[in-house]
C-alpha cells in the first residue's frame, strides 16, 4: 500500500515510554542511574549545524514536524513508506445523527488486512478494550481521530465510541491503527540494528566504533548492494535479502530468523530513516550551496561589508520558505523511491548466464584486465595500482590523506580481494550480474550497464572461479591480450601495465609456466 | 530464638527435597526429552549423577538435623571438634573419590562416542553433511553439491547457506566446526550437542536428529557485544525431503535471474 495523499499523521507510544520511565525509576532506586541508557533522540548533520541558528532551529523543526522523534513518530503521508493500517472509505448513508455508526468499504487489498488484524476465530470483530484507532484523512472529519469499537460484517458499518451530528460524507477516507509497521519496525530496530546503525540511522551506535568495515550511514539514502539500475534507489526487496541473509565479509549479520512481518517492518522503517536522513541531507545541501547561510559564509560576507540587512532578509525568506523547501524535496525524494520499485528499475539481464568454461572466462579475463585491474590487481587480490596512489576527494577538491580508495561517506575502502570466495553482496551469478551491471555507486566501484551482456557473464564466470585459479591458468590469454593491445597502439602506459602484471606474475606465480611470461 | 533456627534449618532441606522430588513432574528446570539417542544416554548420565548427588544431600542433612537435635537439649556439654581425625579424613576421602571413580569409568563409552572421532558412527564419519563455520554473530554453512563430498577446501561447487543447517533425520550425521574469528560454541540443546569452536580448528561433531523438525542453534560461549545474535535453526528432514532441500539451494544458488524475468512481480 502506498501513500500519495499529504497529512501528517502521529504514530502514538506513549504506553512504551511509561515503562521506559518505569524502567529508569528502577535504576534510581538501587542508585545506579549512571547506568540508564541515554534517550533516545535523532540527532542533527553536522551541516545542519554549521547553519546559522535561525535556520538550522527552522530545518529542525520542520524535521520534528514531518518525522517527530524517537519516542512520538510522525508518519508523513508524502513518503513512499508502507507505515502500516487499514485504509477505508465511508459509504453513502441512510442513518441519522447524533449516530456512531458509519457504513464503510475497503478496498481488496485493506478488506484482508482488516480481516487479519480485527477478526478473531470465532468470526467475531474484536477492537481491543479502548478501541482501534481512526484516522480521517478526508472530508468533514480530516485530521481528527476516533475509536472503534465494533463491526458489523452483514450491514458493513463500523461502531466509533464518538457520536456525530453530522455523518461522515460518502467517499471520506480513514486509515484504522495508522503507523502499525512503522511502529513495529521501530521496537525490532531498537532491538536488532540500533547499536551499530545508530537510532538516527547514521551509523554511528555505540558499538560502530569497533568494527571495520563501518556500519551503513543510512542518510545519504544510498546502499552499496542493490539490484535496481545504477542510478536508482534500492528496492525494498534487496534491503530484505541483505537483512536475511546478512553481509559476509562485515559485521552484517543474517536475520534469517525474523518473521516475515518483521522483516518488512524493519525495511519499512530503515527506508523511512533513509529518506529522513536525506531529507536532511538535501535541505542542507540547497541551503549551504545555494543559499550560503552558513555561519561561516555570513561573517565572510559581513566582513566584506555587505548589507546586514539584506543578509537578514535572507534569512528570514529561508526560514519562511522552509515548509515549502521540505515538500519540495520530499516530493523529488519520493519519486525516487517509488521509481526503484517499478519493475523497469530491476537489472535484468537480456541474456542467460553463459555456460561456465574456460573460453568464457577467458573473454572474462579479458574484460578484467581491461577494466578492472587498476582497483582488484592483476591476480584479483584487490590490490590495483588506485590503492596505493592518493585519491582525490570529489566534494573538497583536494587529495585524500591516506592513499586509498574512499567511499562517499568517506570512509577507506578496499577494492575486494576476488581470491577469498567472499561475496558481500550475494554469490549467486545474478548477485555478480548486479554488482557489475550496476556497479558499487557508493565505494566508486564504475557500473558497466552499457557493456554487451554476454561480456558481463563471461566476467562473472571469470570471477566465481579467481579463488579456484591454478597458477598461470591464463598465461596465455594474457600474453595474447598484452600483445594485442601493442600492435593496436602500444602506448606506454599498457606496455607499463604488462610490465607490472609480468612482475606480479614473477613475484606470485608457483607454476612452471612462469618464464613463459617474459615478454 | 534457639527453636526458630531449629525449625528453619529442618524445614529447608526438607522443602529442598520435596521440591526435587515434584520438579520434573511440573516441568521445572528439567530439559525435556532428549531429540537425540545419544542425548538420551547423556540424559541417562545426568539423572544418575543427579540421583547420587540426591542421595548424599538427604544423608548429610538428616545427619545435620540429627546432630543439630541433639546437641539443642544439652546446654552444658562442650562441643567435640572432629579437625584432624585422621580416620573420619581418610572416610571421606575414599568415599567420594570412589563415587567419582565409578561416574567417571561409568560415562567413558557415552563420552567417546560423543567426542572421540574413531568412535563416531561409520556412515557420519564417511560423508559430512556441512561446514558450520561460526563468525560474529552469525552461523555460515557450506554444503557439497549434492552427489559429492565435503572437502575441507571450498570447491567451486560447494552450496552456501546461513543461520539454517539442513541435515537429514533418523541418522547419524557429522558436521566439520570452524570459527572464523574467536571461540564460538555449537549448541543445540534439544539434541543434547554442545562443542566449543576454536580458532585455528576444525573439529568433527556428529548428531542425529530422531524426528524430523526445526531444532534450536544457539552459540554457547559469550563471544562478543552481538553473543546474543547468534540463534540459528537446524532442520532435520526425512531423507527425500533433504535430497529436494538441497537440490532447491542448488538451483538458488545458480540463479541467473533471466529464467524468470518474465513472471518476476516481486514486491
Ligand atoms: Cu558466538
Same mark, same amino acid.
Given at each position: 500500500m502506498r501513500h500519495s495523499h499529504y497529512g501528517v499523521l502521529p504514530v502514538s507510544i506513549r504506553q512504551n515510554s511509561n515503562i521506559l520511565f518505569v524502567l529508569a525509576c528502577g535504576f534510581l532506586f538501587v542508585g545506579c542511574d549512571a547506568f540508564s541508557p541515554p534517550d533516545a533522540v535523532f540527532v542533527v548533520r553536522e551541516e545542519t549545524n554549521q547553519l546559522t541558528s535561525n535556520v538550522s532551529n527552522a530545518v529542525e523543526a520542520e524535521l520534528d514536524n514531518s518525522f517527530g522523534n524517537p519516542h512520538q513518530l510522525v508518519a508523513w503521508l508524502k513518503l513512499p513508506v508502507?507505515?502500516?493500517?487499514?485504509?477505508? =472509505?465511508?459509504?453513502?448513508?441512510?442513518?441519522?445523527?447524533?449516530? &456512531? #455508526?458509519?457504513?464503510?468499504?475497503?478496498?481488496?487489498?485493506? $478488506?484482508?488486512?482488516?480481516?487479519?488484524?480485527?477478526?478473531?476465530?470465532?468470526? $467475531?470483530? #474484536?477492537?481491543?478494550?479502548?478501541?482501534?484507532?481512526?484516522?480521517?484523512?478526508?472530508?468533514?472529519?480530516?485530521?481528527?481521530?476516533?475509536?472503534?469499537?465494533?463491526?458489523?460484517?452483514?450491514?458493513?458499518?463500523?461502531?466509533?465510541?464518538?457520536?456525530?451530528?453530522?455523518?461522515?460524507?460518502?467517499?471520506?477516507?480513514?486509515?484504522?491503527?495508522?503507523?502499525?509497521?512503522?511502529?513495529?519496525?521501530?521496537?525490532?530496530?531498537? %532491538?536488532?540494528?540500533?547499536?551499530c546503525h545508530g537510532v538516527s540511522g547514521d551509523g554511528n551506535g555505540p558499538t560502530a566504533l569497533y568494527l571495520n568495515p563501518r556500519p551503513r550511514d543510512y542518510r545519504l539514502g544510498q546502499f552499496k548492494f542493490k539490484s535496481t539500475k545504477p542510478a536508482e534507489k534500492v528496492r525494498q526487496e534487496g534491503l530484505g535479502r541483505v537483512i536475511k541473509y546478512g553481509i559476509p565479509?562485515?559485521?552484517?549479520?543474517?536475520?534469517?530468523?525474523?518473521?516475515?512481518?518483521?522483516?518488512?517492518?524493519?525495511?519499512?522503517?530503515?527506508?523511512?530513516?533513509?529518506?529522513?536522513?536525506?531529507?536532511?541531507?538535501?535541505?542542507?545541501?540547497?541551503?549551504?550551496?545555494?543559499?550560503?547561510?552558513? &555561519?561561516?559564509?555570513? =561573517?565572510?560576507?559581513?566582513?566584506?561589508?555587505?548589507?546586514? %540587512?539584506?543578509?537578514?532578509?535572507?534569512?528570514?525568506?529561508?526560514?519562511?520558505?522552509?515548509?515549502?523547501?521540505?515538500?519540495?524535496?520530499?516530493?523529488?525524494?519520493?519519486?525516487?523511491?517509488?521509481?526503484?520499485?517499478?519493475?523497469?528499475?530491476?537489472?535484468?539481464?537480456?541474456?542467460?548466464?553463459?555456460? $561456465?568454461?574456460?573460453?568464457?572466462?577467458?573473454?572474462?579475463?579479458?574484460?578484467?584486465?581491461?577494466?578492472?585491474?587498476?582497483?582488484?590487481?592483476?591476480?584479483?587480490?584487490?590490490?590495483?595500482?588506485?590503492?596505493?596512489?592518493?585519491?582525490?576527494?570529489?566534494?573538497?577538491?583536494?587529495?585524500?590523506?591516506?592513499?586509498?580508495?574512499?567511499?562517499?561517506?568517506? &570512509?577507506?575502502?578496499?577494492?575486494?580481494?576476488?581470491?577469498?570466495?567472499?561475496?558481500?553482496?550475494?554469490?549467486?551469478?545474478?548477485?555478480?550480474?548486479?554488482?557489475?551491471?550496476?556497479?558499487?555507486?557508493?565505494?566508486?566501484?564504475?557500473n558497466f550497464a552499457t557493456t554487451d551482456p554476454q561480456i558481463l557473464w563471461d566476467t562473472v564466470n571469470y570471477v566465481l572461479h579467481v579463488p579456484f585459479e591454478t597458477p598461470g591458468e591464463y598465461i596465455e590469454v594474457d600474453k595474447e591480450y598484452f600483445e594485442s593491445k601493442k600492435k593496436s597502439g602500444g602506448d606506454e602506459e599498457k606496455a607499463a601495465d604488462e610490465e607490472a602484471a609480468t612482475t606480479e606474475t614473477k613475484q606470485t606465480a608457483t607454476g612452471s609456466t612462469e618464464s613463459s611470461d617474459q615478454g | 530464638m534457639r527453636w526458630f533456627w531449629l525449625t528453619f534449618f529442618t524445614v529447608c532441606p526438607i522443602a529442598a527435597v520435596v521440591l526435587c522430588v515434584v520438579a520434573p513432574g511440573l516441568d521445572w528446570w528439567f530439559p525435556g526429552e532428549a531429540g537425540s539417542p545419544l542425548g538420551e544416554r547423556i540424559d541417562s548420565l545426568f539423572y544418575l549423577i543427579l540421583y547420587i548427588v540426591t542421595g548424599t544431600f538427604i544423608g548429610t542433612q538428616i545427619a545435620m538435623v540429627y546432630v543439630l537435635w541433639k546437641s539443642s537439649k544439652k546446654d552444658d556439654e562442650r562441643a567435640w571438634y572432629s579437625h584432624g581425625s585422621h580416620n573420619l579424613e581418610v572416610i571421606w576421602t575414599i568415599v567420594p573419590a570412589g563415587i567419582l571413580l565409578f561416574i567417571a569409568l561409568y560415562q567413558m563409552d557415552v563420552w567417546a562416542e560423543f567426542r572421540v572421532l574413531s568412535k563416531f558412527p561409520k556412515e557420519a564419519r564417511k560423508a559430512p553433511v556441512a561446514e558450520v563455520m561460526a563468525r560474529q554473530f552469525e552461523w555460515r554453512i557450506r554444503y557439497p553439491e549434492p552427489g559429492r563430498t565435503l572437502q575441507i577446501q571450498q570447491q567451486p561447487t560447494d552450496l552456501y547457506a546461513v543461520n539454517e543447517l539442513i541435515v537429514p533425520a533418523a541418522k547419524p550425521v557429522m558436521i566439520y566446526l570452524k570459527t572464523q574469528d574467536v571461540q564460538h560454541s555449537f549448541f543445540l540443546p534439544e539434541l543434547r550437542v554442545k562443542q566449543d569452536a576454536v580458532p585455528g580448528q576444525i573439529i568433527p561433531v556428529w548428531f542425529e536428529a530422531t524426528k524430523p523438525g526445526e531444532y534450536v542453534l544457539v552459540c554457547a560461549e559469550l563471544c562478543g557485544w552481538g553473543h546474543y545474535k547468534m540463534g540459528a535453526r537446524v532442520v532435520a528432514l526425512a531423507e527425500e525431503q533433504f535430497e529436494a532441500a538441497m537440490e532447491k539451494l542448488a538451483e538458488e544458488q545458480s540463479d541467473d535471474g533471466f529464467a524468470d524475468a518474465g513472471e518476476s512481480d516481486d514486491e
Open positions: 508502507d507505515f502500516g493500517g487499514v485504509m477505508g =472509505a465511508t459509504e453513502e448513508s441512510t442513518l441519522e445523527g447524533p449516530l &456512531n #455508526k458509519f457504513p464503510v468499504t475497503f478496498d481488496t487489498e485493506a $478488506d484482508e488486512k482488516f480481516i487479519a488484524q480485527f477478526q478473531n476465530d470465532d468470526g $467475531d470483530f #474484536k477492537f481491543g478494550e479502548s478501541g482501534a484507532r481512526l484516522d480521517w484523512m478526508t472530508g468533514e472529519y480530516a485530521g481528527k481521530s476516533m475509536q472503534v469499537i465494533g463491526y458489523d460484517a452483514e450491514t458493513q458499518l463500523l461502531t466509533t465510541k464518538e457520536k456525530v451530528e453530522v455523518p461522515p460524507a460518502a467517499g471520506d477516507t480513514f486509515v484504522l491503527s495508522a503507523g502499525d509497521t512503522l511502529k513495529s519496525g521501530r521496537a525490532l530496530y531498537m %532491538e536488532h540494528c540500533l547499536h565479509g562485515t559485521y552484517m549479520p543474517s536475520f534469517l530468523l525474523l518473521e516475515d512481518e518483521e522483516l518488512y517492518a524493519i525495511v519499512e522503517y530503515v527506508r523511512w530513516l533513509s529518506m529522513r536522513g536525506e531529507l536532511e541531507y538535501r535541505v542542507d545541501q540547497e541551503l549551504v550551496l545555494a543559499s550560503g547561510l552558513t &555561519n561561516k559564509i555570513i =561573517a565572510e560576507r559581513k566582513a566584506d561589508g555587505d548589507d546586514s %540587512e539584506e543578509i537578514q532578509e535572507e534569512i528570514d525568506e529561508a526560514v519562511a520558505n522552509m515548509p515549502v523547501l521540505f515538500d519540495d524535496l520530499a516530493g523529488q525524494l519520493a519519486e525516487s523511491w517509488l521509481l526503484a520499485e517499478e519493475e523497469g528499475s530491476l537489472i535484468v539481464p537480456a541474456v542467460a548466464r553463459v555456460e $561456465d568454461s574456460f573460453e568464457s572466462r577467458a573473454r572474462g579475463r579479458k574484460f578484467f584486465l581491461e577494466k578492472c585491474t587498476n582497483c582488484h590487481g592483476h591476480k584479483g587480490r584487490g590490490n590495483g595500482s588506485m590503492t596505493e596512489d592518493y585519491q582525490k576527494n570529489e566534494e573538497t577538491g583536494e587529495l585524500y590523506a591516506e592513499p586509498g580508495l574512499f567511499d562517499i561517506w568517506g &570512509n577507506s575502502v578496499k577494492p575486494r580481494n576476488l581470491t577469498q570466495g567472499v561475496y558481500r553482496g550475494g554469490r549467486r551469478p545474478v548477485d555478480l550480474f548486479y554488482r557489475l551491471y550496476g556497479g558499487i555507486g557508493p565505494s566508486k566501484m564504475p | -
